[in-house]
Every structure is written in structure tokens, then in C-alpha cells.
């Protein structure tokens, strides 16, 4: 009878050296490592290559670029696509005790609320992609400070650790806000002007918004200022003008239909709002954009007016 053999336990006593709260290599991945679980947070990057995480009892392709994190207790193990040697697949690995998160959070106020969240036995695993490529630098840095040893190591990589956790907690936030059409039930501040960012073409409602958000309209008001410096209502704009100017200089789309493509039917008022952006008409505008064009670049580039 062919039963699968239950996962190995890795414990930190095993890989965290003394007064060493952190552990982090860059590993290729093979067939050898049995599906495991362990007593820390893990958090791996996919750096170079393609294969498969098998975790908690599913089969999830990964390739270059993917981030998962992965609580305390759950089972999983990664392996390459194929067993060639010209193809495989390499990873960083981050390894932390849970409870060092939390001393963090309390010793750096704006973490806290992060820390809390992500060393929280309810949270499940989850990925994000590095669409940018902010993380691969970050980890490569966090490998060669961990690997080097030099003086003030420790401090530098402790300030990798919560820059890579709270990108997390942003890229995933996008994520979410991305995967659908209309706001989660409940969106962070941060997740408020991702969902903004993705959708200021549809009617957006400071009250609508401000309610996903658990706050009253006066909270979120004055939290959205601080965070962006500028009104619910200026950003929105500067971010439907900014895309106007975009489409009037590198698309053949008529005035009119760029106006409704960012969510303008008043043409009279679109045409008020483009001239507060930019200084000129549209019209202006785009013969300027032309490569014989003239336009301030000053002008140009300045955010909407509070």
C-alpha cells in the first residue's frame, strides 16, 4: 500500500544561529527536500527558473518573480519544473521566528499594525508578483548582507526585513483591489488609493469609498490628505488628467472620446478641469506633444490644483 509520508517538522533550533533572529540563502531547488513545515515565517522569492509549490495540499505553478509567504505550521515544499541542470530553479529564502515580527512592530510604531497582521496565526499563505522588480533587488541586498557579515549587518537587513514585509502588504492590497471590478468589503487607506488609481474612469464617491474603509467621510478625508496631499476630489481629477494627456499625445482618439474614456461626458467641463491641468486646451495640448510641438514641461508635470 503506497501511503505519502507525513511532512518533516524544521524547527528554528535548527537553522537560526545564536542571538540570530533571522535566516536567509539562496537555495536551488530539487527533488531531495521533503514537503515540510516548520516553526518560523517563511517568505521566498522565485529569482530565477519555474516549477511548482505544493502547499497545504495544492499544486501552484511558480516562476521568476512570484513572493509567497508562508505562515508557521503550514506544509509545502517547492520543485523545479524538470531535473535538467541548465534549467533550474533557484530561490531566496527569508526565514524569521513570528515573535521577532512583533518585537519590530512594537519598536517601530507605523509597523505595528503590519506585524500584527502578518504574524497572525489566522493569516493563510498567500503570493504576490514582482512586477517591478523592487523585490529582486531587495532580497539579492538582504542575501549579500546576510552572507557578507560586515559591520552593521544585522541593522541593515532587520530594515530589509520590514521594507520586503510591508511591500508585501502593499503589493498585495494591489492585488486584491485588481482582482475585481468593485472595491473588497473592507479596503486599508493604502488599498483605497490603489483601488482609485486602477478605476478613476467609473463614478467614484468620496461616501462610497470612505465606508470600504471603515471611516467617516471626515476621517478618511483628512488621512487621504496626509497620505497624498491633495483632496479626494483633486486626486481623482489629477489622476483622470494625467491620463487625458497620455491619450491626447500618444493615441489618435478625438478630444471627445478621450474625455469619456476617463470618465467625462460634460465636455464643457472636461474642458474647464484640462485647462486648470495643463494651461492649454486639449487641442493645444496634443499639437504641442507633437515632436515639433512646444509645451512647458513645467506645466506639463504639475499635479492637479487643490
Not at 486626486?235 to 489618435?252: D, F, G, K, P, W
Not at 476617463?262 to 499639437?287: C, E, N, S
Request: charge should be neutral.
Amino acid at each position: 500500500m503506497n501511503m505519502k509520508r507525513p511532512p518533516m517538522i524544521m524547527t528554528g533550533h535548527d537553522l537560526f544561529e545564536a542571538d540570530m533572529p533571522i535566516f536567509v540563502n539562496r537555495a536551488y531547488e530539487s527533488f531531495d527536500l521533503r514537503e515540510h513545515a516548520h516553526d518560523f515565517i517563511e517568505i521566498t522569492y522565485v529569482s530565477e527558473g519555474e516549477g511548482m509549490h505544493y502547499i497545504d495540499g495544492e499544486a501552484v505553478p511558480v516562476q521568476q518573480g512570484a513572493i509567497w509567504y508562508i505562515p508557521e505550521g503550514r506544509s509545502h515544499v517547492f520543485r523545479p519544473r524538470t531535473t535538467k541542470k541548465d534549467r533550474p530553479l533557484i530561490v531566496y529564502n527569508c526565514l524569521f521566528k513570528t515573535a521577532y515580527l512583533t518585537e519590530l512592530g512594537a519598536s517601530i510604531p507605523s509597523f505595528q499594525a503590519i506585524a500584527a497582521q502578518y504574524a497572525a496565526q489566522s493569516l493563510q499563505f498567500f503570493e504576490v508578483k514582482d512586477t517591478r522588480g523592487e523585490f529582486h533587488a531587495l532580497f539579492r541586498e538582504l542575501f549579500r548582507e546576510y552572507s557578507r557579515r560586515t559591520e552593521g549587518f544585522l541593522a541593515i537587513i532587520t530594515a530589509l526585513l520590514v521594507r520586503i514585509v510591508t511591500g508585501l502588504h502593499r503589493q498585495r492590497g494591489h492585488q486584491r483591489v485588481a482582482d475585481g471590478a468593485s472595491p473588497p468589503s473592507l479596503l486599508s487607506l493604502e488599498e483605497s488609493i490603489a483601488y482609485i488609481d486602477r478605476h478613476y474612469a467609473t463614478e467614484l464617491r468620496l461616501p462610497d469609498i470612505a465606508a470600504q474603509a471603515s471611516l467617516s467621510e471626515r476621517q478618511f478625508s483628512r488621512l487621504f490628505r496626509k497620505q497624498t496631499g491633495m483632496s479626494f476630489t483633486a486626486y481623482v481629477q489629477n489622476a483622470r488628467m494625467e491620463e487625458a494627456c497620455r491619450l491626447l499625445a500618444a493615441s489618435r482618439l478625438s478630444v471627445s472620446d478621450v474625455a469619456a474614456q476617463i470618465g467625462y461626458a460634460d465636455m464643457k467641463y472636461f474642458h474647464q478641469l484640462f485647462k486648470r491641468k495643463t494651461g492649454v486646451t486639449p487641442r493645444a495640448y496634443r499639437g504641442a506633444s507633437s515632436p515639433n510641438g512646444n509645451l512647458p514641461q513645467q506645466r506639463q508635470e504639475a499635479p492637479f490644483p487643490d
